[in-house]
């Protein structure tokens, strides 16, 4: 695959995740290289579809680490259980935040961030690293962006 994404012209973002997807499938179905796939993964969701951040974090020991990212700089560390991140990592499932300032303990990496949706990807039963993705507008997010994502994070777990 080309270094170039071939995206529909169209504010819908179900016909952006179809087409996008595989595109990202394709682009990293060749490369062995976690990091440098994460940082495509990274680099493809926050150009195709405008979100304020799109980053991963990976499971290291007890806590999670800043992995490859597109956006502002970001938080380094995650505990297990804390912010949004954190709490995804804990519960291995997918949390959408509709207003970031409204979750309990909430790690603020920007105040510019005002919803998230965050994935886990899990591997033989165990967390190995989040998807997070930022967006600068409240409730940003919702169950069809959770499908398609979790499409996403399935092609990403069978790479691991």
């Given at each position: 695959m080309s270094e170039n994404l071939f995206l529909p012209d169209t504010?819908?973002?179900?016909?952006?995740?179809?087409?996008?997807?595989?595109?990202?499938?394709?682009?990293?179905?060749?490369?062995?290289?976690?990091?440098?796939?994460?940082?495509?993964v990274a680099a493809a969701l926050k150009e195709a579809m405008g979100f304020f951040w799109v980053g991963f974090y990976l499971v290291k020991h007890d806590e999670l680490v800043l992995g490859p990212f597109q956006g502002p700089i970001a938080c380094t560390r995650i505990k297990k259980g804390k912010g949004v991140c954190?709490?995804?990592?804990?519960e291995a499932k997918t949390i959408i935040v509709e207003d970031v300032d409204e979750f309990p303990g909430h790690i603020a990496c920007s105040s510019n961030s005002k919803s998230e949706i965050v994935l886990p990807v899990i591997k033989n039963g165990t967390v190995k690293l989040i998807l997070d993705?930022?967006?600068?507008?409240?409730?940003?997010?919702?169950?069809?962006?959770?499908a398609h994502l979790e499409r996403l994070t399935k092609i990403i777990e069978d790479r691991l």
């Open positions: 504010n819908s973002r179900t016909e952006k995740y179809t087409a996008l997807i595989p595109q990202i499938e394709a682009l990293i179905s060749t490369e062995s290289d976690l990091i440098a796939n994460l940082a495509n954190g709490t995804a990592w804990a993705i930022d967006s600068d507008q409240l409730a940003d997010f919702n169950e069809e962006d959770q």
